[in-house]
Structures are given as structure tokens and as C-alpha cells.
């Protein structure tokens, strides 16, 4: 398989080429109480299923675009070799976009249209999931397990939209809920990327904290591109912050934790969630991200841990064998969503359309992953996890405190 060397936020990560699809069908459009289907089934010949993703591949967050992708095509090559579902092979067609808006309109436009998918499977970031959305659920192509937490990848409730783990918004609730019942902190204060995703992150610091009596002390908004923190934090530090909680990713929140440090401003918990949780920034070199916590909805295991069962020990040994790195928390959940996808596809049937597709994926109720969490569908119900884990980073490793938190 053709292989692409992408290099982001310092790391070398591996990942398989876009690809071109054969198929070419006609779409019907998704009507909002039911799914359309077709006599030809865009996405679906007599030997194979086309999924595509938009993700993010060489931009800010490739670590999640790359970690996911690789993640997902090692399980849908197991079950190509094993045969395929009910004698169809899954194929993967990626694009890259950067994280950007334009480039991601682009590439749904070419996936759905051109390639004509069956399904948008674990498209990385929320403002380019939102900005393509509309547009795929016209053409009647479900979105499913979308790489963001984002309340809009739930919410409202559509028969297209899946996800495999909780909100940024329920994450940093609980946050804030179980910091100030447990940590005794009292003066909340917000940094967040000034995006979609960021301000979801400070809407549910606002209403967590007014919830509980109290107030935000002070927020601050800094772009993507930013890369000196420095007055930023001044500010929070003379608000009497003693709890940061974070709407940034991997190089942002190393960038602040490192210029706390310089500051050496200490008496302060840093809270981030799903989107800032990484190997990465347990391993800077300074010891920065040393007591940095994380609210997310499956924590990263390791291959020395003694607490692995021979399942999970022989994935991680299969994956660095496959990449050339230890499989972290992007590529764990890469790997869950297309398993669950292949489940769908097993209970769907011979006869695939997208409404079989959607009632066996809604059918999953029993399902625990190889790492050891749930996710749970029913008929209302597609967010799929609904509890939160909390991690935090000592000497260079994420330990788990909890595994079931909510607000």
C-alpha cells in the first residue's frame, strides 16, 4: 500500500495515501425523518464498501488525522485479508485538509460527489465537519464518528449523525464540577483557540460555573497561528486564577504550559480535554505538561503496562510494527470506529442500503471495545458515550484517575 511521510508539531507519522474510487452511482437525497436509499447504492458494488474521510493530515492537528487514519485502515486491512464483510472488501479514501475550511469544502465535495461514498467515516475537526455537513446530508451520506466533540456533531438529533465519544462542552462541565467539589478551586478562569471549537469550551466553563455559584474571573482568545502566550497568562495569572480550563490542541497547549513555566506560575491546574490530550505533550523535554489534566472519552494505554490484557498488549505491538511508533490515543480511537463500523456492516445484511446501514449501527447496544469502554446506540440515540475519563500527565506518562466522571 502507498505510504505518505507527513511531519507535524515535530513528529514523523505515517499514513496511507488518498485514493481514488471506481464507483458511480446516483445519490438520492436524505429526507429528515428517514434515510433515502437507491436502487444502486452510491458507495456499494457487488465486492466493495467506499467510505471517505476529510481530515486534517499535515496541518495543526495531524496528530488526530494521521493517529485516527492509521488507526482505521489497520483494522479494515484485517478484515479485507480476513474476506471482507459478507464479501465485500472496505476501502478508505482519505483527503487532506489542513484543518482548513476552503480545503475541506473541496474535499467533500470530491468525496461525495466524485467518489461517491457510502459514508464520511471519522472526518477530523469541528469547523470542518460544520462547514460540509448541510451539504452531505443532502446528498444523504451519514456523518459518522466525526473527530470533534463538538455539541453539533450531536445535536440536534439526525438520523446521519453518530459519534463515538462525548462532547467538549459535557467534558469541561465536568471539569470544572469535579475541580472545585474535589480540588477545592475556586476561581475558574478560560484559554481558548478562537474558533468553533474553543468557544464551545468556554460556553461550557460559563454554565458549569454558574451552575455552581461562581463565576469566570477571566478568559483569554488567542488564533491558531499564535505562538507567544506570555501576556495572555499574565492576565489570567493577576485574575487569582487557580484553574485554567483549556480549548486548545497538542502545539498550543504545549506552547502555554511552557510559557507558564517561565512565569513559574504554579499554584494553577491545567484542564484540557479530548482535543489536547496526546503523547506529544506528556513528552516535552522541559517537564512543561507535568501535571497537566485531560477529560477524555478513552485514555491512552502503554505497551509496558502490566495491567494489558494479551488483546490489547498484541494490538499495540501490531500497530508499532505496522507504523513505527507507539499507537497513542487518536490511533486507539481510529481503530474503535472502524471495528464498530464493520459490526454495522455484519448486521446490516448482503442486501447493504444506507437505512439497513443506520438500524444496525442503532442496534449496537452491547458493544465494548478491545481497550475496555463502552459505546452505546440506540434508536434516539446516537451520541454513543456519554461519561468522561480523567487523566493526568506524571513523570511523562498519562496516568488515569477515573474513568466514569460526569457533571
Known sequence: MKRVVLIAAG?????????????????????????????????????????????????????????????????????????GVHGRTIRYIA???????????????????????????????????????????????PNIFPGSGARSMVEPFRK???????????????????????????TPCVMYLNNEYGLEIAEGARDQAAAMGLEIAEMAAYKITDSEFTAPLIRLRNAGCDLVLMGTVHRDTILILEAARKLGWEDVD?????????????????????????????????????????EQRDWMRRYREKYGEEAGLPAMEGYRGADLVV???????????????????????????????????????HKGVSESALSVVRNGRWVTLDTSITY
Open 160 to 186: 446521519l449523525m453518530f459519534s463515538q465519544h462525548g462532547t467538549y462542552y459535557d467534558e469541561i462541565r465536568a471539569a470544572v464540577k469535579y475541580f472545585v467539589e474535589n480540588k477545592g478551586r475556586t
Open 11 to 83: 513528529l514523523v507519522l505515517a499514513a496511507c495515501g488518498p485514493q481514488e474510487s471506481a464507483v458511480d452511482d446516483v445519490t438520492e437525497p436524505d429526507a429528515p425523518a428517514e434515510v433515502a436509499d437507491a436502487t444502486e447504492v452510491n458507495g456499494v458494488t457487488d465486492t466493495e464498501v467506499v467510505l471517505g474521510t476529510h481530515t486534517d493530515l499535515s496541518g495543526a492537528i495531524a496528530i488526530w488525522g494521521v493517529g485516527v487514519l492509521n488507526g482505521a485502515r489497520m483494522r479494515f486491512e484485517e478484515v479485507n485479508a480476513a474476506g
Open 343 to 381: 459490526v454495522a456492516l455484519e448486521r446490516a445484511g448482503r442486501e447493504l442500503t444506507r437505512t439497513k446501514f443506520i438500524e444496525a449501527m442503532e442496534s449496537i447496544n452491547d458493544y465494548t471495545d478491545i481497550f475496555g469502554y463502552k459505546v452505546v446506540f440506540g434508536p434516539d440515540d
Open 95 to 141: 483527503e487532506d485538509t489542513q484543518y482548513q475550511i476552503p480545503r475541506a469544502i473541496s474535499a467533500a465535495n470530491k468525496l461525495i460527489h466524485r467518489d461517491k461514498i457510502f459514508a464520511m467515516l471519522m472526518a477530523v475537526g469541528t469547523p470542518t465537519n460544520n462547514a460540509v455537513m448541510e451539504e452531505q446530508f443532502e446528498a444523504g451520506v
Open 270 to 310: 491545567w484542564v484540557g480535554n479530548n482535543a489536547a490530550y496526546g503523547q506529544v505533550i506528556a513528552d516535552h523535554e522541559t517537564g512543561s505538561g507535568e501535571g497537566y489534566y485531560a477529560f477524555v472519552h478513552m485514555a491512552k494505554i502503554y505497551e509496558d503496562d502490566e495491567t494489558l490484557t494479551e
